[in-house]
């Protein structure tokens, strides 16, 4: 009877189309209830990438080539279809149209880890403020970026992608670099959300993580970049959280993120949602992508037998309505298809420069003196790596190698090595297809095998040259983690390449300059005593490798910091005992998406150390590294002092004052740990709370730069009690230069404890 009921009343609304407003953003109820439930479905479900012909507008439907997906239009009620596509290191759609003979690149930049190696908000904002630009101008409504799942692992094939080992550094790097976006009028999706840490069987791992480990590491992120940054939408992840598919999760994707911290877009599925699409909707998961048919039939089945509610039918709808009438298509707004590449290349290759780490610099090594003869050595000088490889490739125009960016600088570059290198590269296949604006291939990482130089030869190069230039690369990407022989360790030949070169060029007192043109940590205390500087470009972009010349030449004075720790081992970091690293990648029959690994242990992960990632692993334990945190070193030297914290309403106020005290301009990062009294409960020595970065300081001059904390920020998670915590007494505010290297402090006293309950519980198998 029921159902018979609901038949007509659909058949009434399409047959008879009484009511047919056109959506605006003032009357989204009463378009919700002009809506059959078809229509309603049929929003909630993508276009599905097949439906995606000839890459042309075809009345509402929009679409644009090479994007990962779109929305569903309903034309009826004047609702357009709107375009989502990747990020996030740039827009990736397809460069060419059918039936149009000229290029849509967008530009490389540089990829998320190198961002937040700058630990500068602004400057990620002015580069997701030009990236956003390309969104609009290329048609396209939502870029589904950034990327901002924690580094629990230094073998996570994604990490490029990602920020931190640190969940204020991340959260706060992604807020900035959904401002910068959004600022254009285009929206952002910020994913994985939560707890996608690693690629190996990404569709169906669990990850199981107690609900502290939880709020504090791998939510925080995701809640400071909703709080600051404000998102349109959220992509919910492939994996399991404790137990349940987090596209399934309603504490998370309902409870957490909208009751708790007032996110009020849409959220998405990440490309391949699940089948149990009844349970994504009810749960808060608003839109499912690539979407198909029987996604929207499911949640027309399961309106009419009464398991989705007309209510959480009409939350979903409102959601996607509200969301659509923000969006570019809705407003009509006519894409131009020629956003300034050549402005926003100089953006990327500034933010490149502005965030490289120098890791190491004997006897000011760096900066070269300018003209010298270089030997530059690795496969990656010419084959250079801009960007990681899946979906978080960028098409550009161009990559600059290190070749050309060098001579660019004014050095003269040994004559033999480069046309060895250029001919090796010419009978790499694959580097072609780089060169030609892809990526080597989609899947996971590419070998970047690096050859062999005769020992002789490098002795008479090193006779001939004045300094020596190795560029180790490394490529990783989506669908596989990375894996610990030959990628987190270096490969023999690496070895020997920088042993013999080392040894060579020192004999003659000449300097060995290394360049690490990678995606992901790698292991550098066994070799990096025989390098005499160490620049960490990561994979900048298309410019990178000219801002690497323009800190080899001291036209950019380096001032980026570690996102995240540099271990002496790869065992060192407790999460690797979980890691289930070295497996070899599976293929699937779908080519790359589903990898199923058999393995029993691996379909879940057990997050067994807790909060202990990364730094807070490392300082609390006295554990050695090769880099700590937030380390990175400068062409000139900053004192710290003054150090002064301010009670204010909720919180504090902490200031210090930084001086150059060296001979050239330079900007400083300052970072600012807590530790906390005792009396709560057990927490890392130190946290990171806030941090800034000075403007450029000419020799001798001095900034005072000054960071809020809110008492929240201070507590830590009890999970009995269900709330956040600060305890009360004397807590010590240390400004930094790393994490180990604390440079200044101030108390800051609580006089009460504070607490803040909160509303998901998160239970370990909870399902
Ligand atoms: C990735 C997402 C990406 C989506 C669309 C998925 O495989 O995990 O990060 O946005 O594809 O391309």
Redesign the pocket.
């Known amino acids: 009877m029921k159902k018979a009921l609901l038949t007509l009343a659909l058949m009434g609304a399409a047959i008879f189309s009484y009511s047919q407003p056109q959506l605006r953003n003032d009357n989204i109820e009463e378009v919700i209830k002009a809506m059959t439930v078809q229509e309603k479905a049929t929003i909630l479900v993508g276009g599905a990438r097949a439906a995606m012909v000839n890459g042309v507008t075809s009345g509402m439907i929009a679409q644009v080539p090479g994007a990962?997906?779109n929305t569903r239009p309903v034309e009826r009620l004047g609702i357009p279809g709107t375009v989502l596509a990747?990020?996030p290191a740039g827009l990736r759609i397809s460069p060419t149209r059918q039936g149009d003979n000229r290029a849509y690149y967008a530009t490389g930049f540089p990829v998320g880890t190198l961002l937040a190696s700058s630990w500068d908000t602004a400057l990620v904002e002015k580069v997701t403020s030009a990236m956003g630009n390309e969104v609009l101008e290329y048609g396209v409504d939502v870029i589904?970026a950034p990327?901002m799942n924690i580094h629990r692992n230094p073998l996570c094939g994604r990490n490029f992608e990602y920020f931190s080992e640190d969940p204020v550094l991340s959260g706060k790097m992604a807020a900035a670099y959904v401002r910068g976006i959004q600022g254009n009028g285009v929206g952002t999706s910020i994913?994985?959300f939560a707890a996608n840490n690693q690629e190996t069987n990404r569709n169906e791992n669990d990850a199981r993580i107690s609900p502290r480990a939880l709020r504090e590491i791998y939510l925080k992120n995701f809640e400071i970049a909703v709080k600051e940054g404000k998102p349109w939408t959220v992509?919910s992840s492939?994996n399991k959280l404790n137990g349940e598919y987090t596209q399934q999760k309603e504490e998370l994707l309902t409870i957490a993120l909208r009751d708790e911290w007032g996110f009020d877009g849409i959220v998405m599925t990440?490309?391949?949602s699940k089948e149990n699409t009844v349970k994504s909707a009810k749960s808060g998961n608003d839109l499912m992508e690539p979407g198909n048919q029987n996604e929207i039939d499911r949640i027309v089945a399961a309106v009419e037998d009464g398991r989705i509610t007309a209510k959480e039918l009409d939350r979903n709808v409102r959601n996607m309505l509200n969301y659509i009438v923000k969006t570019p298509h809705f407003k009509g707004y006519k894409p131009s298809g020629t956003p300034d590449l050549k402005a926003h290349a100089a953006v990327a290759r500034e933010a490149a420069g502005e965030s490289i780490v120098m890791l190491r610099n004997e006897s000011n090594t760096l900066p070269l003196k300018g003209g010298e003869k270089v030997a530059l050595y690795g496969v990656t000088s010419v084959d250079f790596v801009a960007g990681g490889t899946g979906?978080g490739n960028v098409n550009k125009a161009y990559v600059v190698n290190m070749v050309d960016a060098l001579e660019g600088a004014g050095f003269t570059l040994d004559k033999a090595l480069k046309d060895y290198y250029k001919e090796y590269k010419a009978y790499d296949a694959a580097s072609k297809a780089l060169n030609a604006g892809g990526a080597r291939s989609f899947w996971g990482s590419s070998k970047l095998s690096e050859v062999a130089i005769p020992a002789a030869a490098i002795q008479a190069e090193a006779e001939a040259n004045d300094v020596a230039v190795v560029v180790l690369g490394r490529n990783a990407g989506?669908g596989a983690d990375r894996k610990q022989m030959d990628d987190f360790e270096l490969t023999q030949i690496e070895r020997e390449l920088l042993q013999n070169v080392s040894t060579s060029f020192r004999a003659k007192g000449k300097k060995v300059v290394v360049v690490l043109n990678i995606g992901g940590v790698i292991e550098t205390s066994s070799w990096k005593g025989l390098a005499d500087a160490i620049l960490l470009p990561w994979s900048p972009g298309q410019e990178g490798a000219n801002a690497i010349a323009d800190v080899m030449t001291g036209k950019t004075n380096p001032s980026g910091k570690l996102p995240m720790t540099f271990p002496v081992n790869f065992i060192d970091h407790p999460s690797s005992s979980d890691f289930p690293y070295n497996y070899a990648p599976q293929q699937s029959r779908f080519g790359g998406?589903g990898r199923r690994v058999a393995q029993k242990d691996v379909d879940y992960t057990d997050y067994a150390e807790g909060i202990w990632v990364g730094y807070r692993h490392f300082v609390t334990r006295g554990v050695e590294v090769s880099y700590p945190f937030g380390f990175g070193m400068s062409y000139t030297s900053f004192n710290y002092s003054k150090p002064v914290v301010k009670v204010v309403q909720d919180g504090l106020e902490a200031s210090v004052t930084v001086t150059n005290t060296g001979y050239v301009a330079g900007k400083e990062v300052v970072e600012v740990y807590v530790h906390a009294p005792e009396g709560g409960l057990e927490k890392p020595d130190r946290e990171l709370k806030a941090f800034t970065k000075t403007k450029s300081l000419a020799p001798g001059e001095s900034q005072t730069v000054t960071v809020k904390i809110d008492n929240y920020s201070l507590a830590s998670f009890n999970e009995a009690a269900n709330e956040w915590q600060a305890p009360a007494g004397n807590y010590q505010v240390m400004f930094g230069a790393s994490v180990c290297d604390i440079r200044a402090e101030a108390p800051y006293k609580m006089k009460k404890a504070a607490s803040w309950p909160v509303l998901a519980a998160f239970e370990l198998d909870s399902d």
């Open positions: 990962a997906g990747d990020g589904l990327g994913k994985h992509m492939y990440d490309w391949g979906s989506e998406f």
